[in-house]
Protein backbone atom coordinates (compact mmCIF):
# COMPACT_ATOMS: atom_id res chain seq x y z
CA UNK A 1 0.00 0.00 0.00
CA UNK A 2 3.30 2.30 0.43
CA UNK A 3 3.23 2.53 -3.29
CA UNK A 4 -0.09 3.15 -3.79
CA UNK A 5 -0.32 5.96 -1.33
CA UNK A 6 2.41 7.68 -2.72
CA UNK A 7 1.07 8.00 -6.42
CA UNK A 8 -1.91 9.16 -5.05
CA UNK A 9 0.01 12.29 -4.12
CA UNK A 10 1.95 12.72 -6.97
CA UNK A 11 -0.50 12.06 -9.51
CA UNK A 12 0.13 8.49 -10.90
CA UNK A 13 -2.21 5.55 -10.93
CA UNK A 14 -1.04 2.02 -9.70
CA UNK A 15 -3.15 -0.41 -9.86
CA UNK A 16 -2.22 -3.96 -8.07
CA UNK A 17 -0.30 -6.31 -9.36
CA UNK A 18 -3.17 -9.22 -9.26
CA UNK A 19 -4.19 -7.40 -12.20
CA UNK A 20 -1.09 -7.51 -14.05
CA UNK A 21 -2.94 -9.95 -16.87
CA UNK A 22 -5.40 -7.46 -17.46
CA UNK A 23 -2.57 -4.39 -18.40
CA UNK A 24 -0.65 -6.85 -20.66
CA UNK A 25 -4.28 -6.77 -23.26
CA UNK A 26 -4.06 -3.79 -25.17
CA UNK A 27 -6.61 -1.51 -24.63
CA UNK A 28 -9.53 -1.41 -27.52
CA UNK A 29 -10.91 1.63 -26.77
CA UNK A 30 -7.88 4.20 -26.52
CA UNK A 31 -5.47 5.03 -29.02
CA UNK A 32 -1.94 3.29 -28.71
CA UNK A 33 0.68 5.36 -27.55
CA UNK A 34 3.13 5.01 -30.20
CA UNK A 35 0.80 6.44 -32.19
CA UNK A 36 -0.49 9.26 -29.74
CA UNK A 37 3.24 10.57 -30.05
CA UNK A 38 3.37 10.32 -34.04
CA UNK A 39 0.63 12.01 -35.16
CA UNK A 40 0.19 15.90 -34.18
CA UNK A 41 -3.66 16.07 -33.90
CA UNK A 42 -3.43 13.28 -31.29
CA UNK A 43 -0.52 15.61 -29.58
CA UNK A 44 -2.65 18.30 -29.68
CA UNK A 45 -5.87 16.36 -28.31
CA UNK A 46 -3.21 15.16 -25.55
CA UNK A 47 -2.39 18.65 -24.41
CA UNK A 48 -5.83 19.84 -25.12
CA UNK A 49 -6.87 16.97 -22.05
CA UNK A 50 -4.35 19.12 -20.04
CA UNK A 51 -6.05 22.40 -20.22
CA UNK A 52 -9.98 21.18 -19.84
CA UNK A 53 -8.64 19.69 -16.37
CA UNK A 54 -7.44 22.69 -14.81
CA UNK A 55 -10.51 24.08 -13.51
CA UNK A 56 -8.24 25.90 -11.35
CA UNK A 57 -8.34 28.70 -13.84
CA UNK A 58 -12.38 29.58 -13.32
CA UNK A 59 -11.85 31.44 -10.40
CA UNK A 60 -9.87 29.13 -8.78
CA UNK A 61 -12.33 26.50 -8.56
CA UNK A 62 -10.99 23.84 -6.63
CA UNK A 63 -10.37 19.97 -7.56
CA UNK A 64 -11.90 18.20 -4.66
CA UNK A 65 -14.18 15.74 -7.09
CA UNK A 66 -13.27 14.76 -10.58
CA UNK A 67 -16.91 14.54 -12.44
CA UNK A 68 -18.51 16.26 -15.14
CA UNK A 69 -16.34 19.14 -15.69
CA UNK A 70 -12.94 18.08 -15.45
CA UNK A 71 -11.85 18.43 -11.91
CA UNK A 72 -15.48 19.11 -10.36
CA UNK A 73 -17.97 16.82 -10.19
CA UNK A 74 -22.00 17.32 -9.71
CA UNK A 75 -21.65 19.52 -6.11
CA UNK A 76 -22.22 22.62 -5.18
CA UNK A 77 -18.52 23.14 -5.66
CA UNK A 78 -19.38 22.43 -9.45
CA UNK A 79 -22.19 24.59 -9.63
CA UNK A 80 -21.11 27.60 -8.05
CA UNK A 81 -17.15 27.00 -7.42
CA UNK A 82 -16.71 30.00 -9.78
CA UNK A 83 -18.24 32.44 -6.85
CA UNK A 84 -16.84 30.35 -3.86
CA UNK A 85 -13.54 32.39 -3.38
CA UNK A 86 -15.30 35.76 -3.20
CA UNK A 87 -17.16 34.42 -0.30
CA UNK A 88 -14.22 34.58 1.73
CA UNK A 89 -13.08 37.78 1.51
CA UNK A 90 -14.61 40.94 2.47
CA UNK A 91 -16.34 41.09 -0.81
CA UNK A 92 -19.39 39.16 -0.33
CA UNK A 93 -21.39 36.74 1.57
CA UNK A 94 -23.15 33.67 0.53
CA UNK A 95 -25.79 33.38 -1.60
CA UNK A 96 -27.74 29.84 -1.17
CA UNK A 97 -24.83 27.81 -0.04
CA UNK A 98 -23.43 28.80 3.13
CA UNK A 99 -20.78 25.66 3.43
CA UNK A 100 -17.69 28.18 1.99
CA UNK A 101 -18.41 30.73 4.54
CA UNK A 102 -17.73 28.56 6.91
CA UNK A 103 -13.81 28.44 6.52
CA UNK A 104 -14.26 32.53 7.07
CA UNK A 105 -16.21 31.93 10.63
CA UNK A 106 -14.56 28.57 12.00
CA UNK A 107 -11.03 29.04 10.13
CA UNK A 108 -8.70 26.73 8.79
CA UNK A 109 -8.02 23.34 10.26
CA UNK A 110 -5.37 20.48 9.23
CA UNK A 111 -8.36 18.42 7.04
CA UNK A 112 -7.93 21.22 4.24
CA UNK A 113 -10.88 21.64 2.18
CA UNK A 114 -10.59 24.98 1.29
CA UNK A 115 -9.56 26.23 -2.19
CA UNK A 116 -8.18 22.50 -3.13
CA UNK A 117 -5.10 22.07 -5.73
CA UNK A 118 -3.16 18.97 -5.31
CA UNK A 119 -4.61 15.71 -6.40
CA UNK A 120 -5.66 17.27 -9.12
CA UNK A 121 -2.38 19.51 -10.05
CA UNK A 122 -0.54 16.24 -9.69
CA UNK A 123 -2.55 14.60 -12.31
CA UNK A 124 -1.74 16.90 -14.84
CA UNK A 125 1.51 17.59 -14.19
CA UNK A 126 2.24 13.95 -14.32
CA UNK A 127 0.72 13.89 -17.90
CA UNK A 128 2.76 17.69 -18.83
CA UNK A 129 6.02 16.01 -18.10
CA UNK A 130 5.50 13.15 -19.69
CA UNK A 131 4.09 15.47 -22.60
CA UNK A 132 7.28 17.73 -22.49
CA UNK A 133 9.76 14.32 -22.84
CA UNK A 134 7.88 13.21 -25.47
CA UNK A 135 7.37 15.65 -27.92
CA UNK A 136 10.86 16.68 -29.06
CA UNK A 137 11.00 13.00 -30.60
CA UNK A 138 8.01 13.57 -32.16
CA UNK A 139 7.65 13.93 -36.38
CA UNK A 140 6.16 16.60 -36.64
CA UNK A 141 7.45 20.12 -37.64
CA UNK A 142 10.24 22.35 -35.27
CA UNK A 143 7.69 25.26 -35.04
CA UNK A 144 5.03 23.13 -33.90
CA UNK A 145 7.16 20.97 -31.41
CA UNK A 146 8.22 24.87 -30.02
CA UNK A 147 4.56 26.39 -29.46
CA UNK A 148 3.50 22.89 -28.02
CA UNK A 149 6.53 22.81 -25.57
CA UNK A 150 5.93 26.32 -24.66
CA UNK A 151 2.39 25.96 -23.60
CA UNK A 152 2.21 22.50 -21.71
CA UNK A 153 5.61 24.71 -19.63
CA UNK A 154 2.70 27.09 -19.29
CA UNK A 155 0.21 24.65 -18.07
CA UNK A 156 3.21 23.49 -15.57
CA UNK A 157 4.04 26.67 -14.20
CA UNK A 158 0.55 27.69 -13.80
CA UNK A 159 -0.06 24.72 -11.62
CA UNK A 160 3.07 25.46 -9.38
CA UNK A 161 2.35 28.78 -9.38
CA UNK A 162 -1.29 28.11 -8.00
CA UNK A 163 -0.11 25.48 -5.71
CA UNK A 164 2.96 27.37 -4.19
CA UNK A 165 0.56 30.71 -3.30
CA UNK A 166 -1.91 28.36 -1.27
CA UNK A 167 0.26 25.81 0.19
CA UNK A 168 4.24 27.68 0.19
CA UNK A 169 6.78 25.17 -0.89
CA UNK A 170 5.37 21.37 -2.58
CA UNK A 171 7.47 19.19 -4.25
CA UNK A 172 8.91 20.48 -7.96
CA UNK A 173 8.08 17.50 -9.83
CA UNK A 174 9.63 17.65 -13.87
CA UNK A 175 9.63 14.09 -15.41
CA UNK A 176 7.62 11.62 -15.42
CA UNK A 177 8.05 9.29 -12.34
CA UNK A 178 7.47 5.99 -13.01
CA UNK A 179 7.50 2.75 -10.24
CA UNK A 180 11.34 2.38 -10.70
CA UNK A 181 12.06 5.13 -9.81
CA UNK A 182 14.58 5.94 -6.62
CA UNK A 183 12.39 5.98 -3.16
CA UNK A 184 13.33 9.46 -2.54
CA UNK A 185 11.95 11.00 -5.91
CA UNK A 186 8.92 8.68 -5.25
CA UNK A 187 8.33 9.83 -2.29
CA UNK A 188 9.72 13.73 -2.70
CA UNK A 189 10.31 16.45 -0.03
CA UNK A 190 8.75 19.75 -0.26
CA UNK A 191 10.88 21.89 -2.11
CA UNK A 192 10.81 25.54 -0.80
CA UNK A 193 8.18 28.24 -1.49
CA UNK A 194 11.44 30.73 -3.03
CA UNK A 195 12.05 27.47 -5.41
CA UNK A 196 8.94 26.63 -6.73
CA UNK A 197 8.51 30.53 -7.20
CA UNK A 198 11.57 31.02 -9.29
CA UNK A 199 10.74 27.83 -11.58
CA UNK A 200 7.68 29.30 -12.89
CA UNK A 201 9.19 33.05 -13.27
CA UNK A 202 12.14 31.04 -14.82
CA UNK A 203 10.28 28.76 -16.93
CA UNK A 204 7.95 31.32 -18.42
CA UNK A 205 11.17 33.93 -19.37
CA UNK A 206 12.25 31.43 -21.32
CA UNK A 207 9.50 30.26 -23.17
CA UNK A 208 7.70 33.54 -23.89
CA UNK A 209 9.06 34.31 -27.34
CA UNK A 210 7.95 30.78 -28.51
CA UNK A 211 4.08 31.22 -27.95
CA UNK A 212 2.19 33.20 -30.89
CA UNK A 213 1.51 36.74 -29.84
CA UNK A 214 -2.70 36.09 -31.32
CA UNK A 215 -3.45 32.61 -29.69
CA UNK A 216 -6.23 30.54 -30.60
CA UNK A 217 -8.79 31.27 -28.48
CA UNK A 218 -8.14 29.72 -24.67
CA UNK A 219 -4.64 28.67 -25.93
CA UNK A 220 -1.56 30.13 -24.15
CA UNK A 221 0.14 33.37 -25.66
CA UNK A 222 2.92 34.77 -25.12
CA UNK A 223 1.24 37.87 -23.30
CA UNK A 224 -0.37 35.01 -21.38
CA UNK A 225 3.39 33.77 -20.31
CA UNK A 226 4.41 37.09 -19.56
CA UNK A 227 1.23 37.84 -17.26
CA UNK A 228 1.51 35.17 -15.80
CA UNK A 229 5.23 36.00 -15.00
CA UNK A 230 4.12 39.42 -13.89
CA UNK A 231 1.97 37.80 -11.18
CA UNK A 232 4.09 35.05 -9.82
CA UNK A 233 6.84 37.40 -9.27
CA UNK A 234 4.63 40.27 -7.49
CA UNK A 235 3.68 37.82 -5.71
CA UNK A 236 6.76 36.56 -4.94
CA UNK A 237 8.35 40.11 -3.69
CA UNK A 238 5.10 40.84 -1.89
CA UNK A 239 6.15 37.05 0.26
CA UNK A 240 9.64 38.42 0.53
CA UNK A 241 8.98 42.16 1.67
CA UNK A 242 5.69 40.92 4.06
CA UNK A 243 6.24 37.49 4.35
CA UNK A 244 8.54 35.69 6.98
CA UNK A 245 10.89 32.95 6.46
CA UNK A 246 9.81 29.23 8.16
CA UNK A 247 10.72 26.14 8.91
CA UNK A 248 14.35 26.60 7.99
CA UNK A 249 13.86 28.30 4.81
CA UNK A 250 10.85 26.02 3.65
CA UNK A 251 8.35 28.67 3.85
CA UNK A 252 8.77 32.17 2.88
CA UNK A 253 11.47 33.89 0.74
CA UNK A 254 14.47 36.50 2.33
CA UNK A 255 13.19 39.93 2.35
CA UNK A 256 16.43 41.72 1.00
CA UNK A 257 15.17 39.45 -2.54
CA UNK A 258 11.59 41.89 -2.61
CA UNK A 259 13.13 44.18 -5.39
CA UNK A 260 14.43 41.88 -7.43
CA UNK A 261 11.11 40.01 -7.72
CA UNK A 262 9.23 43.40 -8.30
CA UNK A 263 11.61 43.94 -11.01
CA UNK A 264 10.73 40.76 -12.50
CA UNK A 265 7.45 41.76 -12.73
CA UNK A 266 8.02 45.08 -13.62
CA UNK A 267 10.03 43.93 -16.70
CA UNK A 268 7.44 41.07 -17.73
CA UNK A 269 4.49 43.92 -17.61
CA UNK A 270 6.40 46.38 -19.60
CA UNK A 271 6.94 44.58 -22.18
CA UNK A 272 3.53 43.39 -22.71
CA UNK A 273 2.45 47.52 -22.87
CA UNK A 274 5.51 48.50 -25.24
CA UNK A 275 4.51 45.47 -27.42
CA UNK A 276 1.02 46.80 -28.12
CA UNK A 277 -0.84 43.76 -29.12
CA UNK A 278 -2.96 43.78 -25.93
CA UNK A 279 -4.48 47.40 -24.12
CA UNK A 280 -7.82 48.46 -22.81
CA UNK A 281 -11.58 47.68 -23.38
CA UNK A 282 -12.34 51.12 -24.82
CA UNK A 283 -15.33 51.11 -27.46
CA UNK A 284 -18.42 52.35 -25.71
CA UNK A 285 -18.90 56.42 -24.70
CA UNK A 286 -20.79 54.85 -21.92
CA UNK A 287 -18.19 53.55 -19.39
CA UNK A 288 -20.47 51.69 -17.41
CA UNK A 289 -21.70 49.42 -20.49
CA UNK A 290 -18.17 49.58 -21.95
CA UNK A 291 -16.56 48.00 -18.29
CA UNK A 292 -19.24 45.45 -18.64
CA UNK A 293 -18.68 44.73 -22.29
CA UNK A 294 -15.17 44.00 -21.31
CA UNK A 295 -16.28 40.46 -19.89
CA UNK A 296 -18.88 39.97 -22.76
CA UNK A 297 -17.27 40.96 -25.80
CA UNK A 298 -15.55 37.95 -27.09
CA UNK A 299 -11.72 37.73 -27.84
CA UNK A 300 -11.42 41.95 -26.56
CA UNK A 301 -7.79 43.31 -26.95
CA UNK A 302 -8.00 43.33 -22.86
CA UNK A 303 -8.59 39.41 -22.27
CA UNK A 304 -4.85 38.18 -22.39
CA UNK A 305 -6.04 34.33 -21.61
CA UNK A 306 -8.96 32.87 -20.78
CA UNK A 307 -10.94 29.84 -20.74
CA UNK A 308 -13.59 29.11 -23.58
CA UNK A 309 -17.42 29.18 -23.46
CA UNK A 310 -20.32 28.25 -25.60
CA UNK A 311 -23.70 28.46 -24.96
CA UNK A 312 -24.79 24.78 -25.21
CA UNK A 313 -25.54 22.70 -22.75
CA UNK A 314 -22.38 20.96 -21.05
CA UNK A 315 -24.68 17.82 -20.32
CA UNK A 316 -26.60 17.30 -23.06
CA UNK A 317 -24.57 18.35 -26.03
CA UNK A 318 -21.24 18.07 -25.12
CA UNK A 319 -20.67 21.64 -25.71
CA UNK A 320 -18.39 23.79 -22.86
CA UNK A 321 -21.33 25.62 -21.52
CA UNK A 322 -21.70 26.87 -17.50
CA UNK A 323 -23.73 28.27 -15.83
CA UNK A 324 -22.81 31.52 -14.19
CA UNK A 325 -25.55 33.45 -15.18
CA UNK A 326 -28.14 31.34 -13.39
CA UNK A 327 -25.79 31.54 -10.44
CA UNK A 328 -25.40 34.97 -10.27
CA UNK A 329 -28.02 37.15 -11.70
CA UNK A 330 -31.09 38.53 -9.86
CA UNK A 331 -34.93 37.32 -9.67
CA UNK A 332 -36.86 36.17 -11.38
CA UNK A 333 -34.87 32.88 -11.55
CA UNK A 334 -35.89 29.37 -11.42
CA UNK A 335 -35.93 27.75 -8.26
CA UNK A 336 -35.17 31.39 -6.27
CA UNK A 337 -31.78 30.97 -7.11
CA UNK A 338 -28.94 33.35 -8.43
CA UNK A 339 -27.13 36.03 -6.06
CA UNK A 340 -24.63 33.49 -5.55
CA UNK A 341 -22.65 36.46 -3.76
CA UNK A 342 -24.07 39.13 -1.91
CA UNK A 343 -21.65 41.82 -1.79
CA UNK A 344 -21.37 43.59 1.59
CA UNK A 345 -22.32 47.66 1.97
CA UNK A 346 -18.84 47.51 3.62
CA UNK A 347 -17.35 46.70 0.72
CA UNK A 348 -19.29 49.11 -1.56
CA UNK A 349 -18.47 52.03 0.93
CA UNK A 350 -14.64 51.11 1.09
CA UNK A 351 -13.95 50.42 -2.76
CA UNK A 352 -16.11 52.73 -5.38
CA UNK A 353 -15.52 56.32 -5.52
CA UNK A 354 -17.75 59.02 -7.72
CA UNK A 355 -17.10 60.44 -10.65
CA UNK A 356 -14.61 63.36 -9.58
CA UNK A 357 -12.87 60.74 -6.76
CA UNK A 358 -14.57 61.82 -3.84
CA UNK A 359 -15.71 59.56 -0.87
CA UNK A 360 -19.31 58.85 -0.77
CA UNK A 361 -20.59 59.09 2.62
CA UNK A 362 -22.55 55.49 3.46
CA UNK A 363 -22.11 55.62 7.21
CA UNK A 364 -24.82 54.76 8.79
CA UNK A 365 -25.61 58.47 10.03
CA UNK A 366 -25.74 59.21 6.56
CA UNK A 367 -27.90 56.59 5.33
CA UNK A 368 -30.72 55.99 8.05
CA UNK A 369 -30.82 60.10 8.78
CA UNK A 370 -33.57 60.36 6.17
CA UNK A 371 -36.16 59.18 3.49
CA UNK A 372 -34.14 58.51 -0.38
CA UNK A 373 -35.58 58.78 -3.64
CA UNK A 374 -34.95 55.87 -5.43
CA UNK A 375 -32.49 57.40 -8.11
CA UNK A 376 -31.12 59.59 -5.36
CA UNK A 377 -28.73 57.62 -3.35
CA UNK A 378 -26.32 56.18 -6.03
CA UNK A 379 -26.10 59.39 -7.37
CA UNK A 380 -22.96 60.06 -8.62
CA UNK A 381 -20.69 56.87 -8.08
CA UNK A 382 -18.59 56.00 -10.75
CA UNK A 383 -19.40 53.84 -13.36
CA UNK A 384 -17.80 50.77 -12.54
CA UNK A 385 -20.23 50.49 -9.55
CA UNK A 386 -22.90 50.47 -11.82
CA UNK A 387 -21.01 48.20 -13.65
CA UNK A 388 -19.84 45.90 -10.82
CA UNK A 389 -22.52 45.69 -8.81
CA UNK A 390 -26.71 45.33 -8.95
CA UNK A 391 -29.26 46.67 -6.10
CA UNK A 392 -32.20 48.47 -5.77
CA UNK A 393 -33.13 50.21 -8.90
CA UNK A 394 -30.64 48.63 -11.65
CA UNK A 395 -32.20 48.06 -14.41
CA UNK A 396 -32.27 44.54 -15.66
CA UNK A 397 -34.08 43.02 -18.47
CA UNK A 398 -35.77 46.16 -18.79
CA UNK A 399 -37.13 47.04 -15.35
CA UNK A 400 -35.50 48.03 -12.33
CA UNK A 401 -34.99 45.64 -9.14
CA UNK A 402 -36.97 45.80 -6.67
CA UNK A 403 -35.28 44.99 -3.67
CA UNK A 404 -37.19 46.58 -0.65
CA UNK A 405 -37.45 44.13 2.40
CA UNK A 406 -40.67 45.75 4.19
CA UNK A 407 -43.67 48.26 3.24
CA UNK A 408 -43.94 50.58 5.81
CA UNK A 409 -47.28 51.47 6.29
CA UNK A 410 -48.85 53.87 8.95
CA UNK A 411 -45.95 53.40 11.26
CA UNK A 412 -46.04 49.13 10.82
CA UNK A 413 -43.40 47.37 8.85
CA UNK A 414 -45.17 44.73 6.73
CA UNK A 415 -43.04 41.81 5.48
CA UNK A 416 -45.39 38.77 4.57
CA UNK A 417 -44.13 37.68 1.03
CA UNK A 418 -47.79 37.27 -0.11
CA UNK A 419 -48.86 40.52 1.36
CA UNK A 420 -49.76 43.80 -0.49
CA UNK A 421 -51.68 46.99 0.08
CA UNK A 422 -53.13 48.99 -2.17
CA UNK A 423 -51.43 47.14 -4.80
CA UNK A 424 -48.18 47.60 -3.55
CA UNK A 425 -46.45 44.07 -2.51
CA UNK A 426 -44.59 44.14 1.26
CA UNK A 427 -41.79 42.56 -0.25
CA UNK A 428 -40.03 43.94 -3.71
CA UNK A 429 -39.41 40.44 -6.28
CA UNK A 430 -35.95 40.15 -5.51
CA UNK A 431 -36.24 40.72 -1.27
CA UNK A 432 -37.84 36.78 -1.80
CA UNK A 433 -34.78 35.75 -3.17
CA UNK A 434 -33.96 32.76 -0.45
CA UNK A 435 -30.81 32.72 2.04
CA UNK A 436 -29.26 35.93 3.60
CA UNK A 437 -29.67 39.59 2.48
CA UNK A 438 -27.44 42.16 1.58
CA UNK A 439 -28.92 44.41 -0.77
CA UNK A 440 -26.10 43.72 -3.51
CA UNK A 441 -25.45 41.48 -6.39
CA UNK A 442 -22.62 40.79 -8.99
CA UNK A 443 -23.28 41.99 -12.01
CA UNK A 444 -20.00 41.87 -13.50
CA UNK A 445 -20.29 39.10 -16.20
CA UNK A 446 -23.98 38.70 -16.03
CA UNK A 447 -25.46 38.54 -19.65
CA UNK A 448 -29.00 40.13 -19.94
CA UNK A 449 -29.91 38.29 -22.72
CA UNK A 450 -29.71 34.72 -20.92
CA UNK A 451 -33.20 32.96 -19.38
CA UNK A 452 -32.68 31.71 -15.75
CA UNK A 453 -36.30 30.89 -16.01
CA UNK A 454 -34.27 27.59 -17.66
CA UNK A 455 -31.68 25.40 -15.49
CA UNK A 456 -29.10 24.84 -17.81
CA UNK A 457 -25.12 24.70 -18.42
CA UNK A 458 -25.50 27.47 -21.26
CA UNK A 459 -23.89 30.05 -20.31
CA UNK A 460 -21.65 31.46 -23.10
CA UNK A 461 -19.30 33.94 -21.33
CA UNK A 462 -15.40 33.55 -21.43
CA UNK A 463 -13.70 33.66 -18.13
CA UNK A 464 -10.47 36.05 -17.95
CA UNK A 465 -7.65 34.89 -16.61
CA UNK A 466 -5.60 37.46 -17.08
CA UNK A 467 -6.32 40.91 -18.61
CA UNK A 468 -4.60 44.32 -19.52
CA UNK A 469 -5.68 45.98 -16.98
CA UNK A 470 -4.21 43.66 -13.83
CA UNK A 471 -0.85 43.98 -15.99
CA UNK A 472 -1.15 48.30 -15.10
CA UNK A 473 -2.21 47.31 -11.69
CA UNK A 474 1.15 45.08 -11.69
CA UNK A 475 3.06 47.60 -13.34
CA UNK A 476 1.98 50.40 -11.17
CA UNK A 477 2.31 48.32 -7.87
CA UNK A 478 6.31 46.53 -8.65
CA UNK A 479 6.70 50.41 -10.12
CA UNK A 480 6.16 52.06 -6.75
CA UNK A 481 8.02 49.61 -4.71
CA UNK A 482 10.52 50.50 -7.40
CA UNK A 483 10.68 54.22 -6.23
CA UNK A 484 9.13 54.78 -9.41
CA UNK A 485 6.01 56.94 -8.18
CA UNK A 486 5.48 58.92 -11.65
CA UNK A 487 5.08 55.69 -13.99
CA UNK A 488 3.00 54.05 -10.71
CA UNK A 489 0.73 57.23 -11.32
CA UNK A 490 0.63 56.88 -14.64
CA UNK A 491 -0.69 53.31 -15.35
CA UNK A 492 -3.41 53.88 -12.45
CA UNK A 493 -5.25 56.94 -14.13
CA UNK A 494 -5.11 55.07 -18.10
CA UNK A 495 -7.15 52.86 -15.84
CA UNK A 496 -8.66 54.98 -14.15
CA UNK A 497 -9.62 57.33 -17.28
CA UNK A 498 -11.14 54.08 -18.86
CA UNK A 499 -13.11 54.21 -15.64
CA UNK A 500 -14.89 57.12 -16.16
CA UNK A 501 -13.40 58.13 -13.30
CA UNK A 502 -10.90 61.40 -11.61
CA UNK A 503 -7.30 60.91 -12.20
CA UNK A 504 -5.16 60.98 -9.53
CA UNK A 505 -2.63 63.71 -8.95
CA UNK A 506 -0.56 61.64 -6.62
CA UNK A 507 0.23 58.16 -5.74
CA UNK A 508 1.02 55.64 -2.75
CA UNK A 509 0.72 52.03 -2.06
CA UNK A 510 -2.60 52.33 -0.14
CA UNK A 511 -3.84 54.16 -3.45
CA UNK A 512 -3.01 51.54 -5.50
CA UNK A 513 -4.55 48.63 -3.07
CA UNK A 514 -7.70 50.64 -3.47
CA UNK A 515 -7.37 50.68 -7.34
CA UNK A 516 -6.89 46.79 -7.65
CA UNK A 517 -10.04 46.26 -4.93
CA UNK A 518 -12.51 48.00 -7.62
CA UNK A 519 -11.07 47.05 -10.84
CA UNK A 520 -11.10 43.78 -9.95
CA UNK A 521 -13.62 42.79 -7.56
CA UNK A 522 -15.08 39.55 -8.08
CA UNK A 523 -12.08 38.36 -10.28
CA UNK A 524 -10.84 36.01 -7.27
CA UNK A 525 -7.63 38.64 -7.15
CA UNK A 526 -8.96 40.21 -3.59
CA UNK A 527 -8.40 37.16 -1.56
CA UNK A 528 -4.65 36.34 -2.72
CA UNK A 529 -3.85 40.15 -2.57
CA UNK A 530 -4.90 40.08 0.82
CA UNK A 531 -2.45 37.05 1.68
CA UNK A 532 0.75 38.20 0.20
CA UNK A 533 0.34 41.54 1.34
CA UNK A 534 -0.21 40.04 5.08
CA UNK A 535 -3.30 41.88 5.53
CA UNK A 536 -5.52 39.14 5.95
CA UNK A 537 -5.54 38.47 9.67
CA UNK A 538 -6.52 42.09 10.17
CA UNK A 539 -9.21 42.58 7.11
CA UNK A 540 -10.80 39.30 7.47
CA UNK A 541 -11.63 39.28 11.09
CA UNK A 542 -14.09 42.58 10.96
CA UNK A 543 -17.71 42.14 10.33
CA UNK A 544 -18.97 43.25 7.71
CA UNK A 545 -22.54 44.96 6.86
CA UNK A 546 -25.39 45.31 4.28
CA UNK A 547 -28.22 47.31 3.22
CA UNK A 548 -31.96 46.92 4.08
CA UNK A 549 -34.40 49.11 1.56
CA UNK A 550 -37.98 49.53 2.72
CA UNK A 551 -40.43 51.11 1.10
CA UNK A 552 -42.39 54.07 2.90
CA UNK A 553 -46.00 53.58 1.41
CA UNK A 554 -46.71 57.92 2.32
CA UNK A 555 -44.03 58.98 0.49
CA UNK A 556 -43.20 56.50 -2.10
CA UNK A 557 -39.73 56.73 -1.01
CA UNK A 558 -37.02 54.77 0.86
CA UNK A 559 -36.17 54.28 4.58
CA UNK A 560 -32.96 52.35 4.79
CA UNK A 561 -31.29 50.56 7.49
CA UNK A 562 -27.64 49.39 7.55
CA UNK A 563 -27.14 45.44 8.65
CA UNK A 564 -24.53 44.47 10.91
CA UNK A 565 -22.61 41.20 11.47
CA UNK A 566 -24.23 39.95 7.66
CA UNK A 567 -20.97 37.93 7.26
CA UNK A 568 -22.21 35.07 9.93
CA UNK A 569 -23.97 34.58 13.20
CA UNK A 570 -24.61 37.16 15.93
CA UNK A 571 -21.82 35.75 18.01
CA UNK A 572 -19.22 34.35 15.29
CA UNK A 573 -16.60 36.39 14.35
CA UNK A 574 -14.46 35.37 11.63
CA UNK A 575 -11.34 33.71 12.13
CA UNK A 576 -8.09 34.02 10.36
CA UNK A 577 -5.09 33.67 11.71
CA UNK A 578 -1.67 34.43 11.18
CA UNK A 579 -0.80 30.55 10.32
CA UNK A 580 -3.72 30.46 7.94
CA UNK A 581 -1.82 32.43 5.57
CA UNK A 582 -0.18 28.79 4.14
CA UNK A 583 -3.18 26.32 3.69
CA UNK A 584 -2.62 22.58 5.37
CA UNK A 585 -0.95 19.84 3.84
CA UNK A 586 -3.34 18.37 5.34
CA UNK A 587 -3.33 14.72 7.59
CA UNK A 588 -3.76 12.75 4.73
CA UNK A 589 -0.93 13.58 2.44
CA UNK A 590 1.30 13.77 5.21
CA UNK A 591 0.62 10.19 6.17
CA UNK A 592 0.84 9.06 2.40
CA UNK A 593 4.02 10.55 2.52
CA UNK A 594 5.96 10.94 5.30
CA UNK A 595 8.36 13.35 4.15
CA UNK A 596 6.03 16.10 3.58
CA UNK A 597 6.65 18.49 6.50
CA UNK A 598 3.31 20.38 7.46
CA UNK A 599 2.87 23.86 7.40
CA UNK A 600 3.12 25.86 10.99
CA UNK A 601 -0.27 25.81 12.84
CA UNK A 602 -1.98 23.25 12.32
CA UNK A 603 0.48 20.05 13.61
Known amino acids: MKGFKLFYITGLVVICSCQKSLLDKKPLDRIADNTVWNDEKAIEANLAGCYSNMSVFENETPDKYVGIRPGVGWTQEAQVGVTLINNITDEATWGMYPQWADFRNSGITINGGLLEWWENSYIILRQLNDFISRVPAAPIAESSKKRLLAEARFLRAFNYFSMVKRYGGVPLITKAQELTDPENELYPQRNSEKE ?58 PPGQAQEYYQKSYNASKIIMDDGVCGLYDQDADRAKNFRSIFLVKNNKEAIFIVSHNDKDMIFASGNGWYYDFMQAPMPNAWYNGNQNMPYLSFVASTFEKTDGSIPDLSTPALTGKLWDDDELWEGMEPRFFATIYTNGTMWKGAPIDWHKALKVNGQYLSDPNGAHQGTPYLGLQAQKLGPYTSFGVLKYLDENHNNMVY ?51 ISFELIQKERKAELAFEGARYWDLRRWRIADEVLTRRETGLRYIRDYASGKLELQVLEKVDGGANVNPVFEPHHYYLPITKSRTQQNVNLIENPGYE
Request: proline share 3%.
Open 196 to 253: VYDFVINEMDEVYNDLPTVPVSGRASKYAALALLSRAALYAGSIAEYGTVQLNGLLGI
Open 456 to 506: GFNSSQDWIVFRYAEVLLNYAEAAFKLNKPDEALTAVNQIRTRAGVASRSS
